[in-house]
């Protein structure tokens, strides 16, 4: 798909996004919780998982359509969708796609591109989270049976959720080296979806605890190699961050251009906003920082399609980019004076959907961390 293809892709996204979810937004966000059937409406439209293989009902596109809707989604204002779109299409689904068997593909990806199934990655516990190696919950095997025992927290998804990716010990005492990955299908007797988590922003984002008690998995749920679980994740992490960074730099081009708007017809001592120095400035510096970060994330997304995007490059793309967002949509609010604490401004739900891009998806001091240690060595 050339830049002319999938900016007609965009716009007609846009649309779609303009027409499904502008309407009811408001009402969601109000509600903390976009309905179920959002799902549906969107995989009828052919706006979920557009780079799965036609095989499986997708569009066959490069992973840059998948990005460019995460973005298209973050600039509008919703980014608790966006966040839920993107665990999805960015993540559940490739995850299944590139480790899973031909027989987990034709179960699972199909129902994910039309809507019949919503995707969640649960890999955070209660005492794990950045550090995934400190994972509890476990799978024993009972003849070709697996039964898993465990909990997560903080799961995108996880309210909605009909298939969920877990990640399990399955070789106790090795830590990464004996965790695995498991589907697992949500109706199974035994699964409990928690109470939805309250959060301060990302309300449409439907956040939750998942249970699992003595759940019986078939042999045939395991997703990739056993034990192999940490490597999957460390394979998969950098479009994760990708992602994350597309949502990021979406977000601050949003704020912004409903920024220019507000301070091009405010006035304040006689005269527009935008005419003062310090807001020229502070705008000035705003676009240059997305500019820096749009700049390195079209390298490390071209770099992604051809197979080469680095864990490291991706941990420096994700903490730059998620710094430069919530730092430049504090910039944003602050030009909108008192306006821009109250909730009846759009620029207050962009400001605190930003907070949690910092955290999840790795942390910037875990992403610091990653970056550090391919200059220096462990």
């Not at 910039?331 to 306006?339: H, N």
Request: charged share 25%.
């Amino acid at each position: 798909m050339d830049n002319e293809e999938l900016t007609l892709f965009r716009d007609m996204a846009h649309r779609a996004f303009e027409q499904e979810i502008g309407p009811h937004f408001e009402q969601w966000e109000e509600d903390h919780l976009a309905p179920r059937e959002l799902w549906n409406t969107l995989g009828e439209a052919g706006l979920l998982c557009p780079d799965m293989p036609e095989e499986y009902g997708g569009a066959g596109t490069s992973p840059h359509v998948t990005l460019a809707l995460i973005e298209e989604l973050s600039s509008m204002g919703y980014g608790g969708i966006a966040t839920g779109w993107g665990i999805h299409c960015n993540i559940v689904a490739p995850y299944i796609e590139h480790f899973g068997t031909e027989e987990q593909k034709q179960q699972w990806l199909p129902k994910m591109i039309n809507g019949e199934a919503v995707g969640a990655l649960a890999m955070t516990e209660p005492g794990a989270g950045s550090d995934v190696q400190g994972i509890r919950t476990n799978a024993v095997k009972e003849g070709d049976d697996w039964i898993l025992n465990g909990s997560k927290i903080f799961i995108t998804n996880g309210y909605h959720a009909d298939i969920v990716i877990v990640a399990a010990i399955t070789d106790p005492g090795k830590g990464a080296k004996g965790t695995s990955l498991f589907l697992v299908d949500t109706s199974l007797p035994g699964f409990e979806k928690g109470k939805k988590l309250n959060k301060i922003g990302q309300h449409t984002s439907d956040t939750a605890e998942l249970f699992f008690q003595d759940v019986r998995l078939p042999a045939g749920a395991l997703l990739g190699e056993l034990n192999k679980g940490f490597v999957i994740m460390m394979t998969e992490l950098p479009r994760e961050r990708l992602g994350i960074a597309g949502q990021a730099i979406g977000a601050a081009e949003g704020a912004m251009a409903i920024t220019v708007d507000y301070v091009m017809e405010r006035k304040a001592f006689g005269q527009t906003i935008a005419s003062f120095q310090n807001t020229r400035f502070k705008l000035a510096e705003v676009k240059t920082e997305i500019a820096l970060c749009r700049a390195f994330y079209e390298k490390c997304a071209n770099a992604y399609s051809r197979g080469e995007l680095t864990a490291d490059d991706a941990a420096m793309l994700k903490y730059a980019a998620t710094e430069m967002q919530c730092k430049t949509i504090d910039d944003c609010l602050q030009l909108f004076g008192g306006y821009g604490y109250t909730a009846e401004y759009p620029i207050s739900r962009f400001y605190t959907d930003a907070r949690i891009q910092r955290i999840y998806g790795g942390t910037s001091e875990i992403m610091r961390e990653v970056v550090a240690r391919s200059i220096l060595g462990r």
